[in-house]
């Protein structure tokens, strides 16, 4: 975990700052997280910035995809919430299955390069985020 840490500190600084300024919009902001600590955590040093944040809403999941847990996409049709910013530090697994899995649900998506990452050696997917959803270079 400390290298993939390490390997994204800019992502990071970048996803700190989408955060900031989410929480001065006022807009949601969804912490998915696995529900078993051994395939992942989020980074504290980005949790720590949405603790205590109003609108934040806690999604635990147990595969990849964070639509695997009803919640997310119930509560996203119940509150008519259509469109996902999409960030993480797992881009061509986590970050991607949640991709496909909004885009096949009918939402929209964006994220961009400055916000997703991963692991040494791996090269993340930007041909297809940048044919499936709005992709900020």
Not at 16 to 33: H, Q, Y
Not at 88 to 106: F, H, M
Not at 117 to 134: F, L, M, Q
Request: proline share 2%; with cysteine; glycine share 4%.
């Amino acid at each position: 975990r400390t290298v993939i840490i390490y390997q994204c500190v800019k992502e990071v600084e970048n996803q700190i700052s989408v955060i900031k300024l989410a929480k001065d919009l006022e807009l949601p902001i969804f912490e998915v997280r696995y529900g078993i600590e051994e395939c992942g955590i989020t980074i504290s040093d980005i949790s720590n910035h949405f603790k205590n944040y109003q609108y934040l809403i806690e999604v635990l999941k147990f595969q990849n995809s964070a639509f695997t847990n009803c919640f997310l996409h119930d509560y996203m049709k119940e509150t008519c919430l259509d469109h996902l910013f999409l960030m993480g530090i797992n881009a061509s697994l986590c970050v991607y299955d949640t991709a496909v899995s909004a885009l096949e649900l009918g939402f929209k998506i964006s994220s961009s390069p400055k916000v997703i990452a991963n692991r040494s050696g791996i090269e993340t997917p930007c041909d297809w985020y940048k044919e499936h959803c709005v992709y900020y270079n």
